[in-house]
């Protein structure tokens, strides 16, 4: 069902737009923040060095931010894309997207400290994704 179509009736719930909203953030800033640490793996176009990846398996930021790109970037406006849609596949989807946003900060926080940029509005979003997912007026809108 396409939402576009939807009738009044059947509208999603305020909760799945939200869900859309936080999911859309995340996915735009991770395809830009990915995308930049492709472009420039040393971190010199957002003003890191790589000195804040000492002691981790990463030598640049360009595996850093492919995965960004990626998992944090084209996957959640996948994700996005399907909530609109209301297909019943973005249900367990947007969960995943905010469990893999909550594991990255978890991660980052481990090799490069906690304190860092914008670790915990991304904590908090993760959370919020995964929370509004398990809403079930969420939920019952996405099953179709």
């Known amino acids: 069902m396409d939402w576009r179509q939807a009738t009044e009736s059947c509208a999603p719930p305020v909760a799945v737009w939200v869900l859309m909203a936080l999911v859309g953030v995340l996915g735009i800033s991770g395809v830009a923040g990915g995308g930049q640490f492709v472009l420039a793996p040393s971190g010199d176009i957002i003003g890191l060095s790589t000195t804040l990846l000492r002691g981790s398996p990463f030598e640049s930021f360009l595996l850093p931010g492919i995965i960004l790109f990626t998992v944090l970037g084209v996957y959640p406006l996948v994700v996005l894309y399907g909530l609109y ?43 919020a ?16």
């Open 85 to 127: 849609r209301g297909s019943r596949w973005a249900w367990p989807a947007a969960l995943s997207v905010g469990a893999a946003l909550i594991v990255w900060v978890l991660v980052e926080g481990a090799i490069i400290g906690f304190g860092k940029r914008f670790q915990y509005p991304h904590l908090v979003q993760g959370i």
């Open 129 to 144: 994704i995964v929370v509004l997912a398990l809403l079930p007026s969420v939920r019952a809108s996405l099953s179709g």
